[in-house]
């Protein structure tokens, strides 16, 4: 396989992805963004944990969740949970029109 050819495999499944998160968004109620992965949820908990009340890292429960992943064969996932360090962007989504 050529580097052509790689590039435009890589382009073809961006933008199958990018079709695939604009059909399922308003399925969700909020996007996670960490310093990983950009995920679409239903329902998300964070847990600041750490020593004597301090907080060194965090974990957030994901459920009912979408992943954006190109590399990944099934994006939907019932149960996750990311652990970092780093910063975690959480946006509730605007309910859709009916």
């Known amino acids: 396989m050529s580097a052509e050819d790689l590039e435009r495999f ?18 969700f109620k909020y996007v996670v963004e960490t310093e990983r992965r950009f995920y679409l949820a239903n329902h998300v ?4 944990r ?6 060194d890292y965090m974990v957030i429960k994901l459920r009912d969740a979408w992943v954006w992943d190109m590399y ?6 019932s149960e996750a949970q990311v652990i970092t360090h780093r910063d975690v962007n959480i946006e509730v989504l605007p309910e859709a029109e009916v």
């Not at 890589?10 to 399925?27: D, F, G, I, M, R």
């Not at 908990?45 to 600041?48: L, R």
């Open 45 to 48: 908990e964070v847990e600041p």
């Open 72 to 77: 990944r064969p099934v994006r939907f996932i």
């Open 10 to 27: 890589e382009t073809e499944v961006e933008l199958a992805l990018y079709q695939e998160y604009k059909a399922v968004l308003s399925l």
């Open 50 to 55: 750490g020593p004597q009340g301090g907080v």
